[in-house]
């Protein structure tokens, strides 16, 4: 500008159209040219329900790419959080899922899995958080978006005995 004057303004970003499955990274770590350091601030996140409505732009266009399904394509349910537990100089990865087949929220840490309750995933150490819209999800499963047989190597049998606690590379309590 040319008027060299101090004038207010506004920064808005706005989503165009609204990804199927939202993955969210917290920022946990600082890096300063004096300091490093975790941060273990407490970030409070829905389960289910985020609504994108307020960031989604020209939402009632016929240029809305959702489908226009309502509601249903601006909530996103949660599915997964990694969380990272330790310090910066060292820590340990765990993740927890909410399972397609009962809605149970387990923890996958290493060779054992926990069944946790839905209000232990929201936690001071959770790091990359994954949801996936809800309208996607009322006629889709995960194995729709990422590609499972490529990432398992376990056959089918084998993931029957690990999550039935028959394996002796988990254990499930």
């Given amino acids: 500008s ?26 946990r770590f600082q890096f300063t040219s004096t300091m490093r350091r975790k941060l273990r601030d407490l ?9 994108l409505s307020r960031i989604q732009a020209n939402k009632t ?4 790419t959702n489908g226009d399904k309502g509601e249903a394509s601006q909530l996103y349910d949660l599915y997964g959080v990694i969380h990272h ?5 060292g820590g340990h ?4 899922l909410k399972s397609e087949l009962d809605g149970q929220w387990r923890l996958f840490n290493d060779a054992q899995i926990y ?3 839905a209000r232990d995933v929201i936690d001071a150490s959770a790091y990359i958080l994954f949801y996936m819209r809800r309208d996607v999800a009322e006629n889709s499963s995960l194995s729709d978006f990422w590609d ?8 089918e049998e084998e993931m029957d005995n690990l999550v039935k606690g028959k394996a002796d590379r988990c254990v499930i309590q």
């Avoid at 499972?148 to 056959?155: D, E, H, M, S």
């Fill in 61 to 64: 266009s016929s240029n809305n």
């Fill in 2 to 27: 040319k008027c060299k004057d101090f004038r207010v303004q506004t920064t808005r970003m706005t989503l165009w159209r609204l990804p199927p499955v939202l993955i969210i990274h917290l920022k």
């Fill in 115 to 117: 069944e946790i309750h």
């Fill in 148 to 155: 499972l047989k490529q990432i398992a190597t376990l056959n």
């Fill in 43 to 51: 970030v409070v996140f829905p389960l289910e329900g985020l609504d």
């Fill in 85 to 89: 537990q330790g310090a910066l100089s």
């Fill in 93 to 96: 990865y765990v993740s927890s």
